[in-house]
Each structure stands twice: as C-alpha cells, then as structure tokens.
C-alpha cells in the first residue's frame, strides 16, 4: 500500500558564506561516518533479514508475507491445549489405544469428517488447509487446488480430475495440510482410508504422511538443508554432500548443531524436517496395490544401507499375498534415505466400496521407534539402532524424528512413483478419508507447533517470504543470510 506524504519546505536566506560552508562540510563528514561505520554495524545485525533485494518480492510482498506469518503463527503454543481438539463423533469406543508396548494411550485428537460441506481455503478451518501449487518437487501432473477438497457422506473426499484451469497442468487435485496450526510429538497415528480407482492401474499417487513444521510442503526454500535431516551430531554429516557427492547430493543441514549463536530456532540442537509416512500408495504394472511405508532420513549411511537386523517385518502372510510385508527394494539416492517396507493390500479397499485402516505408532529419540500398522495390526517396526552412528560414512546416529510434525493428506499422480497407466485410468477419481484419529501417552500429551524443546513460530516469522512464496525453490534465492558453523572455524 503507497502512503503519501507532504513535504513542508522552508526557505532559508544565508546571510554568510562562512555559514554555509560549514554546513556544507558538516554534512560530508556525517555522510562519511554513516558509509564507513554506518553500514558495517547493520551488516552485522543481518541475522535472519534479507542482504539485499530479490527481484520476485519487493517490500510490498515483504509485508504481506509477514502479516500472512503472524496470522498463520501462535507463539507459544501450549503443548497440551485447554480442550483437547477430539471430534464429539468419535465414539467412545474408539478414545483408547493399546501401544505396542502394552500402554494404554489416550485420544487427543480426532476429525470424523461427519459434517457435509465443510471447505478448505485458508482460515476456512481450524486444523486443515488446502494448498494451492503446483508440486514440483516431484513433477506431478496435477495442479493442487483447495476447491479439491470437500466432505460428504462422513468422508473427506479428495477429487482429481481433468481441467485446463492451471496453465501447463490437465489435471487437478487436493492437498489438505495442518502444517503450523496442528502439530504432535509422538503418539499413534490413524486413518481410515479408500484408495482412489480400482486398484489394478498404475498412476494413482495417494499419500496421508507427516512432516517437521520447519518444513512446509510445497515450499522448496523451506526444506532446502532441512528435509529430510534427522540429525543432533556436530561433524561431517552435516556438511555439503557430507563430503562425498557420490553419495549425497544434499546441501548440508542448515540448521545443524553446529551452528553459532545467530540465525538457528535452538542454536546446539540440531533441526531439519524429517519425514514420517503412514503410507505412499501404489499399484505395480502388472501388480496389486501396495503401500510403501516409510521413515525418510539424512544424513545418509554408507550405500544407504541400515542395520536391518534392528527392524521387524511383523506379519507373517507368503509373499505375494495380501498383508503380506517385505523391504523396500528402494533404499534412497543423492536426496533421501529411504528406510522402508511395501505392504500388500486387497484392491477391494479402493473406490469408496472398501476401506482399511493405516497408521504408525512412534516414540521420538535415539532410543525410540516407529512401529507401522494395517488394519490395526503390526506391519514392521523400525528401532533406532537401525539407524545408529555409521563409520563407514562417517555419521553419528540418527534420530527418531524429534521435531514437531504436522500431517498431511494428498492425491497425487507422477512418473517419479512408478509411472502412469493414462489408457487405463478413469476421471474423475476420487481418495476418501473416513477419519483422522491421535492418540498419545497420558503422561505425553505434547500438540504445539512450538513446542518448547524445538520451537518454530518465531523462525516461521523471521523468514515469511522462504514460507510463503511457493516461487522460491531453494534458500540462497530468499536472500537471507545463511547461519555460520563451528564445524568451519566460523563462530566470532
């Protein structure tokens, strides 16, 4: 918004020469301090504020960024809020779980989707938003719209179609995130869910996973050094490529342990945002469904190789069959880590006809786990130690994701998932959610996106134009500065 401003003038009548000049020199010694003491002390208080202009966001966008980040923003948010955010639908048969450990888990959380009509556009909802961008990370064909979105019949319905509304895409479809609004810090997470199309074609990408709220979805500035690290060391895994492009691709974890006092949401602790999938869903060519089920990690071990004797395959069904269980055969590449089973599912749970239930159970640390479920069953379990301290990359360990992580409810279609079977697919087609259920230890109760041990709002705040700009691809084109590392002899 331009604001005008009168400019009052004053005629002044120098009666001297000698005046004059001393005003004139006056003002060329001020503009000399100014340029060569001035400027250097701003330099310096740079921390988290952009060195110069970017060309795509002016100060008008600046603003704008900022007011959207307050707005989207709760400093402080308690950990365990005055009423806990249940859905009054969920019966009271379903406000318990068992853990895997035999602990009797609370809900703290619930979405039944009972109410027809609900919308997705920003503030429309208190926990879930629908995006509205193109997901380049993975090349999809769709273009996400929150019009996408909608309940009926005690579902959430995510529809993707055919459309030329997006330039350059032919297809539309939804993105339901809770990133910045809800957040959770281990617990058992569930849905219920009918996978879109009939199950025999390939090309359907559905998605529910989580992510750590540093990172938000679709904003590639964002997870640029963050995603999808998991790491709390101070050496060589935190550096660019970890010193071995062979193996790594990465740009460094950003927001390592490293780092000195500055630009960091908790300087000494190391923060990314790792991610934690309850399922990737996929049909073979020439296949059944499956779904991937997955913990993707950085840095990478030696060969992305885990110690996999500290994982459990849980269910015991021949190979083949349905819920039957095996490694995933994809272990990662230059850019993720992929620790990961395939689950075989029955195509009957597809179409709005059939649905199952998915989830994964986990405890954050370096002594915890995730455990993945089907149908309310064990599927496989990852221990820590899995992915412990790795000599041959010359890692420390891994950590079961401790950061706070929002969830996220996708369709998606991409070639970069197994490919698309276009002659066979039918549109539209549509993913449905019958709910989405939390539940966490009673003594464990911990719902903030800024939770005290790893805080966000403020970070989110001092970088508005990295989390609202979805033109922004990497951190260097936000032109903020970039915190320094002890690791490098940095810290003045």
């Known amino acids: 918004m331009n604001s005008a401003f009168k400019a009052w003038r004053k005629r002044v009548e120098w009666k001297s020469h000698g005046w004059c000049n001393v005003f004139t020199v006056s003002f060329i010694v001020v503009a000399l301090l ?32 900022k007011k959207m980040s307050d707005n989207y ?25 068992t853990s895997s450990n035999g602990e009797d ?12 009509g609900r919308t997705f556009n920003p503030g429309d909802d208190p926990v879930f938003e629908g995006v509205n961008l193109w997901y380049w990370p993975t090349q999809d064909y769709e273009f996400y719209d929150p019009g996408q979105l909608s309940t009926k019949d005690g579902k959430l319905v995510i529809t993707m179609e055919k459309s030329d509304k997006y330039e350059g895409h032919d297809y539309i479809s939804g993105m339901a995130q809770s990133w ?66 062979t193996l790594s691709g990465l740009p460094g974890q950003r927001l390592n342990a ?39 990690v950085a840095p990478f071990d030696f060969h992305y190789q885990i110690q996999t004797d500290k994982t459990e395959i849980l269910t015991t069904q021949p190979k083949g069959a349905v819920n039957y269980t095996e490694h995933n055969s994809y272990i990662g590449g230059p850019l993720q880590q992929s620790v990961s089973a395939v689950h075989h599912i029955d195509k009957a749970w597809s179409g709005g006809k059939g649905y199952n239930t998915y989830g994964f159970e986990y405890e954050p640390g370096n002594k915890g786990y995730v455990q993945w479920y089907a149908g309310q069953k064990g599927v496989w379990r990852l221990n820590a130690d899995a992915i412990g301290e790795n000599k041959l990359s010359r890692v420390g360990a891994r950590v079961i994701p401790e950061e706070p992580m929002y969830i996220i409810m996708n369709f998606g279609m991409s070639d970069s998932f197994g490919g698309v079977d276009f002659n066979n697919l039918k549109f539209p087609a549509h993913m449905y959610i019958d709910y989405v259920r939390l539940y966490q230890h009673p003594d464990k109760i911990r719902l903030s996106c800024d ?27 936000t032109n903020y500065s970039l915190p320094e590392y002890s690791i490098n002899n940095k810290c003045k």
């Open 73 to 97: 923003t709760t400093l402080n948010q308690p950990l365990k809020p005055e009423k806990l955010p249940i859905d009054e639908d969920t019966p009271e048969s379903a406000r318990t779980w």
């Open 105 to 116: 888990w609370v809900l703290v959380f619930s979405d039944e989707f009972n109410e027809d």
């Open 180 to 245: 910045n609004k809800f957040c959770f810090q281990g617990g058992y997470l569930e849905v219920k869910v009918s996978l879109p199309g009939n199950g025999e074609y390939p090309g359907f990408w559905p998605a529910v996973w989580t992510l750590g709220n540093l990172g938000r979805a679709g904003y590639g500035a964002t997870t640029d050094g963050l995603w999808p690290y998991t790491y709390n060391s101070c050496d060589e895994g935190v550096l660019v490529n970890q010193t071995n492009p």
């Open 451 to 477: 939770p005290p041990d790893r805080p966000t709002s403020k970070y989110i705040q001092d970088h508005a134009r990295a989390y609202f700009n979805t033109d922004i691809k990497n951190w260097k084109a």
């Open 258 to 296: 490293c780092v000195c006092k500055g630009d960091h949401p908790s300087p000494g602790i190391g923060r990314g945002a790792p991610e934690i999938d309850i399922f990737e869903g996929a049909v073979a060519w020439g296949g059944g469904p499956t779904m991937s089920m997955s913990c993707q």
């Open 34 to 65: 100014f340029v060569f003491i001035g400027l250097p002390i701003l330099g310096q208080n740079n921390w988290g504020r952009p060195r110069k202009s970017h060309s795509s966001a002016n100060l008008a966008d600046d603003l704008r960024y």
